[in-house]
């Protein structure tokens, strides 16, 4: 038996309730993003029952009427206190986080920086201040090269996040100095994640010399504890195979292999291949780009081109399914491009699960992400999760 589980970070699906206390209000993802082009075509997403689901956008689209959706389909609320990647894929998994992750939304005060910058043995730092990881590279880019000093910014979210060039100071280098900031970021100043952002300097065609993230980014989360699905699963002998930052996001909480992506199609290409080699277990994927490339930096139309070049890959994806196999797609927050400012949204997730001898239905509106996990659980036969329903 295996479960193949796609987080399509950051497709929400409208605003959840208490949106407004998040300054959310008004906020869906996928329902902008397919609102804007009127030819926006993801006809494999659809059939499985996407544009069914409860309150979503009419701009998606309802599967055709004449065979109705193949997939049971339907949309999760959020229980724990936040919106981002951590507490998603933790409630997912059985982890409600009731006491948010520590944020600085006007930077990190001196009580963290001046410990940081001691124990990593840096000369300072350099923007200590919310902004775009790109922006900020392209703006102290440069200036870090001359001077040593990493640069460190965060969002709205529990990011600290620490960029630097892999030539000039090294991948292992800010890698090490990550693992001083995770050490360090705990009780009162407990963060969700610290992350790597290394970048290189490249010209563009116009000879002009730019500051380029690359792709060995690492992100530090907090260790998840072990009264979770995946824990669960490694006590049962369940294989868990991950693909893409699921494994840095869990810290490698029962996960027997992993493989690193640099894109979404690289993460579908790793899927495919261990569909092909795994044959039990849990392939559990996360892809990206739709929140890392196109949802904070808000760009509609590559968020568009993103989930149709995913929706052209999902047959791939169905073909390599066995008779007992179940596919679930899902995500983990929203972070609609159309909205104001850079940060993640308050939304709703889809849930789609597709499985050959399975009858298409309609789940409606879940109480909790973590009704996913209660039904992977059962269907490994591993015990209840703290929180959640098994959809079957």
């Given amino acids: ?4 589980w796609i987080v399509l970070d950051s497709v929400g699906i409208g605003a959840l309730p208490d949106a407004a206390d998040f300054g959310d209000t008004g906020a869906d993802t996928l329902g902008h993003v397919a609102a804007s082009a009127p030819d926006f075509n993801i006809p494999n997403m ?48 059985g982890i409600r986080t009731t006491e948010p992750f520590q944020t600085f939304p006007d930077g990190f005060p001196e009580r963290i920086v001046k410990p ?6 840096i ?152 569909m092909k080699e795994e044959k039990e277990g849990l392939i559990f994927t996360n892809l990206v780009e739709f929140d890392s490339t196109w949802g904070h930096r808000r760009n509609v139309k590559g968020y568009r081109e993103g989930l149709e070049t995913f929706d052209r890959r999902l047959p791939e994806i169905l073909a390599q399914m066995t008779e007992e196999d179940l596919l679930i797609l899902t995500a983990d927050h929203g972070c609609d491009p159309s909205y104001k400012g850079t940060d993640h949204t308050r939304e709703y997730v889809p849930i789609l699960m597709y499985g050959k001898k399975l009858q298409s239905r309609d789940l409606g509106i879940r109480e909790s992400f973590a009704d996913i996990g209660e039904t992977v659980g059962q269907i490994f036969g591993v015990q209840h999760l703290p929180i959640g329903k098994s959809i079957f």
């Fill in 46 to 93: 659809r059939r499985l029952g996407l544009g069914n689901i409860e309150g979503v956008s009419p701009a998606i689209g309802k599967a055709d009427s004449s065979e109705g959706p193949t997939g049971i389909y339907g949309k999760a609320a959020e229980l724990s206190n936040g919106k981002d990647s951590v507490t998603g894929h933790w409630e997912m998994i």
């Fill in 123 to 274: 000369p300072g730092v350099l923007g200590n201040c919310v902004a775009s990881g790109t922006e900020i590279i392209a703006r102290l880019g440069q200036e870090h090269e001359m001077t040593g000093k990493p640069i460190l910014y965060t969002s709205q979210d529990s990011v600290f996040q620490i960029a630097a060039s892999e030539e000039t100071f090294g991948l292992d280098r800010l890698y090490q100095i990550c693992e001083v900031a995770r050490r360090q970021l705990i009780g009162e100043n407990l963060m969700a994640r610290v992350i790597a952002r290394p970048f290189v300097r490249a010209r563009s065609d116009w000879g002009k010399v730019e500051y380029v993230r690359t792709t060995n980014r690492h992100d530090y989360a907090v260790p998840p504890g072990h009264e979770n699905l995946l824990a669960y699963l490694e006590d049962a002998g369940v294989p868990v195979i991950s693909v893409g930052k699921i494994y840095d996001l869990f810290t490698g909480c029962g996960i027997v292999r992993s493989h690193k992506t640099v894109s979404n199609m690289d993460g579908v290409d790793k899927t495919i291949a261990a």
């Fill in 1 to 4: 038996m295996r479960v193949i």
């Fill in 116 to 121: 940081f910058v001691e124990e990593a043995g």
